[in-house]
């Protein structure tokens, strides 16, 4: 068995063993929402939506079966629009887009970062806010604290994603003032990040503070996050759904997530994942910036 395939079982296991088994309630369908479905699928009766692997605890990817707090979200928005929402994985960030803009996949549930950039060809349906820090070996013993520490360090960024972006330009900026620059390490998947951290091979995982805070606690005693608390780079961080630009899907799961947000099931759901501090008011289109 391959190490991140190990990775994946292992974390789905865990997480199933430490996340109580909650009853999330079950929704009635809303006449009102399914009417505003693309009448395409209506008519299937389903709807695709693309991951690009494990994301814990919103996505962890065991094979062919996806659960975490997005797993939880979906199923809710399917009872909600009386659909099916069935689910496919695929290698990295910039497949998973380009899947949505081929037409391959109706959207991802996410959460995907909402930036400016990305907003050139696709609407986010936002609903959690985000922080990135760096997951370092327990006692950093490479001191990295922020940014700024980390020229001449071994970074590992997801592939394709906002981290790696901004750990390049700083790498650049590592360079202009005389210091060495960052070897940024990009890999496809966040489980392959942290086993090149806890194998000695990356100094840290330059990464989103939630699945971060998941990783560090599943570590027994080996990692530990680093850089909370700063900006790191980044702006106020919202991440969510992701359509086709334009898509009348966007506007319907703009409403979804307002309906599960009045009801109470968005906060039951990030409470079982331990995602509170990530919660926000009110989901929103676009909102990065």
């Known amino acids: 068995m391959r190490k991140t395939s190990f990775i994946f079982a292992f974390f789905a296991t865990v997480m199933m063993q430490t996340a109580f088994a909650q009853d999330i309630q079950k929704q009635t369908v809303n006449k009102e929402l399914r009417a505003q479905l693309p009448e395409a699928i209506r008519s299937a009766g389903k ?169 560090v606690a599943q570590a027994n005693g080996q990692l530990e996050l680093s850089g909370v608390g700063q900006a790191n780079g980044f702006k106020d961080i919202y991440q969510g759904a992701v359509v086709q630009k334009g898509s009348p899907l966007g506007g319907v799961l703009l409403n979804a997530f307002k309906v599960l947000m009045d009801n109470g099931t968005y906060a039951a759901i990030m409470k079982k994942w331990g995602l509170e501090n990530n919660m926000i008011k009110a989901p929103g289109i676009s909102q990065g910036q």
């Open 47 to 215: 709807m695709t939506a693309v991951n690009n692997g494990s994301f814990p605890p919103y996505e962890i990817v065991t094979g062919t079966e996806l659960s975490g707090a997005t797993k939880d979200i979906s199923d809710a928005i399917g009872q909600l629009l009386g659909v099916e929402i069935d689910h496919a994985s695929v290698a990295g960030l910039p497949a998973l887009l380009s899947g949505i803009n081929s037409g391959r996949y109706q959207f991802a549930m996410g959460p995907v970062g909402d930036y400016p950039d990305r907003q050139k060809a696709n609407d986010f349906v936002d609903w959690v806010r985000e922080y990135v820090v760096f997951a370092v070996d327990k006692g950093n013993p490479q001191g990295i604290t922020s940014l700024d520490t980390a020229c001449g360090k071994r970074i590992a960024v997801m592939s394709g994603g906002s981290a790696e972006k901004v750990i390049k330009e700083h790498s650049q900026k590592c360079v202009d003032s005389g210091k060495p620059a960052v070897e940024v390490q990009s890999f496809t998947d966040q489980p392959s990040s942290i086993l090149a951290v806890r194998s000695k091979r990356s100094d840290a995982f330059f990464s989103s503070q939630a699945p971060l805070t998941y990783f």
